[in-house]
Structure formats: structure tokens, C-alpha cells
């Protein structure tokens, strides 16, 4: 089995290292920093935030949670966006997703500083993106990219399925892989026969967020299948994949925990310190 798996807890510490060394050779100048800003108390935001915080410290760049409340005006956080946006200090800003219904979250997204978006979801970034001609990914679809290259899973010509047609995953994921010449399919939940579409699949890659979607019905023996689900189901997380079910069918597969997840942190970094080097060049 373990040939099998794709392990992002492993290529992410390998980006992790690449990047702290990176900012151990800073000597003359201020270090990169990453501002996230969060309202409210969302559980599952607090445990990504305090992953994203840990990381930050164990590769030496510089962090600020700005924690805000539940209740604030989308003025208000519109004001706190400026003036992060306005800090020289700060290279990339990131506002933690889900949030309150009262915000719209596409007015705060297109309010960041495109020379700040560190997650890539401004729609200047995602145009640049579609053109290929982006320096900064969406951090999942970034950090799928970079394992299966890793892995050296030929994208040319390949066909890919991709479940789920998001704007933070499937859609900028879509535009990335045809940029590498595949052949995309963009399915969904409501997808007419979705288990035939995605077992014609090279790569499957499902971004659906439902727990236990692809059973051996949707695989077959030369595929590679990337989960980006985290679901938390009995007090579990676990994929959109049935992964006990599909192991002994597939070529390769991540895990869920220790798959893409890692991955979206080390790339979220990749893009801080990105961003840091084009305002430094
Ligand atoms: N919520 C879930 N994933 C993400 C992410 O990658 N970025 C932000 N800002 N919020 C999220």
C-alpha cells in the first residue's frame, strides 16, 4: 500500500525546508509576513488558522492573526483591508473563508491588494491564472500540481476529472491543467452518470466535499486519484474518497489526513514569500 499513496506531509516538509532556508539567507532586509485575518469563531477556520500560524513559526516568517468580531460591519473590515493593504510591512493578506452571510465575500476578495493576494482568489489573480501568466496559485490547486508532478504524473495529454467546479479549487485547477496541454473534464454532484465520466479518467481528482463519493465504481487500475475532501464525519476526518475501498484499485492515491491538506499551507507560504520577492526585487 504505502507505494501507493502520494504523501503531502511528506512534499510539504520538503517545501517547508526549501522555503525556510530561503528566509534564513535574509540578511539584509525585513522578513516576509502574512496577516490573516478572521471574523468570528468558526471551529474549522481556528484549527486551519492555527496550522497556518505553526507553520509560519517553524519556517521563520512572520505572522499576525487578526482575530475580529463575528458582528463587524463589512465596512468596518473593509477598512481593516485597506489599511493592511497600505502597511509596507505586511506582503500578503488573507481573509479566512467561510464568512458571516452579511459579508459578501467577492467585494472582500477583489478588496485585497493583488500584490497581496497570498490565496489567489482576487479575480485579477484567477484572470492571470487562466492566462498563465500568474506568479501566485490558488494554494489547493498549487499544491495538487506540485504532487503530482512530484510523483511525475504525466499531465500532457492526460485525461483529468475534476468533481466540483468551485472558484477555489475546480474552476483555477481546471485552467492550471489545461495550461499543462490535459484534457479536462469539469464534473459535479449532479453530473448525468458521474461514476462512468470519472472511470474513463487518468487522474481523478475530487473536490466535491462529500464524505465517501467515490467508491471502486468510479476508478479503475491506472488511475490516480487526488481527494481534496475533509470532512468530518463521527467525529472523523475523512475524504471524499472511500479509500478502503478503492486502495487496492487505483495506481495512486492521497491520503485524508496527510494529502492535499498540508500541501495548501506550504503553497499558501510559497505565495507569501513570493509576493515578498516581487516587492523586493
Ligand atoms: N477556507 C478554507 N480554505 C481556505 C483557504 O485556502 N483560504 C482561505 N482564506 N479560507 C479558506
Redesign the pocket.
Known amino acids: 500500500m504505502e507505494n501507493k499513496l502520494i504523501s503531502g506531509t511528506q512534499l510539504s516538509k520538503i517545501l517547508l525546508e526549501n522555503l525556510k532556508e530561503k528566509i534564513n539567507n535574509i540578511t539584509n532586509n525585513r522578513l516576509p509576513k502574512i496577516v490573516i485575518v478572521q471574523v468570528g469563531d468558526n471551529l474549522a477556520?481556528n484549527k486551519?488558522i492555527k496550522h497556518k500560524l505553526k507553520s509560519c513559526e517553524k519556517i521563520g516568517m512572520l505572522s499576525e492573526h487578526l482575530k475580529l468580531d463575528q458582528n463587524i460591519t463589512q465596512e468596518e473590515l473593509l477598512e481593516e483591508i485597506h489599511k493592511l493593504n497600505n502597511d509596507n510591512k505586511v506582503d500578503g493578506v488573507?481573509?479566512?473563508?467561510?464568512l458571516p452571510n452579511h459579508i459578501d465575500t467577492q467585494v472582500i476578495n477583489e478588496t485585497i491588494d493583488v500584490n497581496k493576494d497570498a490565496?489567489g482568489?482576487s479575480p485579477s489573480t484567477l484572470g492571470k491564472v487562466m492566462l498563465n501568466t500568474s506568479k501566485i496559485f490558488?494554494?489547493?490547486p498549487f499544491g495538487i500540481l506540485k504532487l503530482l508532478e512530484w510523483k511525475n504524473v504525466e499531465l500532457m495529454g492526460a485525461n483529468v476529472v475534476i468533481i466540483g467546479r468551485s472558484n477555489?479549487v475546480g474552476k483555477p485547477l481546471a485552467n492550471m491543467l489545461i495550461n499543462k496541454s490535459a484534457t479536462v473534464t469539469i464534473c459535479n454532484t449532479k453530473t448525468k452518470d458521474l461514476a462512468n465520466v470519472a472511470k474513463k479518467a487518468d487522474i481523478l481528482i475530487c473536490a466535491a466535499g462529500v464524505a465517501k463519493l467515490i467508491t471502486k465504481d468510479f476508478v479503475n487500475k491506472d488511475m490516480t486519484v487526488i481527494d481534496v475532501g475533509a470532512n468530518f464525519v463521527d467525529g472523523k476526518y475523512c475524504g471524499d474518497v472511500d479509500f478502503d475501498q478503492v486502495i487496492d484499485q487505483v495506481k495512486l492515491i492521497t491520503p485524508v489526513p496527510g494529502g492535499v491538506g498540508p500541501m495548501?499551507i506550504a503553497c499558501?507560504l510559497e505565495n507569501v514569500y513570493n509576493l515578498y520577492l516581487e516587492k523586493n526585487k
Do not use: E, G, N, R
Request: proline share 13%; glycine share 0%.
Open positions: 477556520s486551519y488573507i481573509v479566512q473563508l467561510p490565496d482568489f490558488p494554494a489547493t477555489i495548501t499558501l
